[in-house]
Nanobody, 126 residues
């Protein structure tokens, strides 16, 4: 059974930083590109970042480019999202996700992904 378990969310002041983690199990983690999405209240789920299976290639939404870094540790079956210069607009539930197939790098659309974690809340507020 595929499991994705996010952690690391919380309340942070504007300008602050957080690092999210996603522990993966039940599949060959190192063979799949992975992604992060987020969903704010009343909004659709949106792409944040994706990474290739070995971490050599990354892709970011324009809204987070230069502030967020996606990375992975295939020895630990763990995906990360480092978030800096956070603003209230980044407030959302953040989801770790695995795609339907072994893309070189997964597309930035929710329909390309089959497995989702339960999400971790990130709140940016003073």
């Amino acid at each position: 059974e595929v499991q994705l378990v996010e952690s690391g969310g919380g309340l942070v002041q504007p300008g602050g930083s957080l690092r999210l983690s996603c522990a993966a199990s039940g599949f060959t983690f190192g063979s799949y590109g992975m992604g992060w999405f987020r969903q704010a209240p009343g909004k659709e789920r949106e792409f944040v970042a994706a990474i290739s299976s070995r971490g050599a290639t990354t892709k970011y939404a324009d809204s987070v480019k230069g502030r967020f870094i996606i990375s992975r540790d295939n020895d630990k079956d763990t995906l990360y999202l480092r978030m800096d210069s956070l603003s209230p607009n980044d407030t959302a539930v953040y989801y770790c996700t695995a795609p339907r197939q072994a893309y070189i790098i997964p597309p930035p659309v929710p329909t390309a992904y089959e497995f989702w974690g339960q999400g971790t809340q990130v709140t940016v507020s003073s």
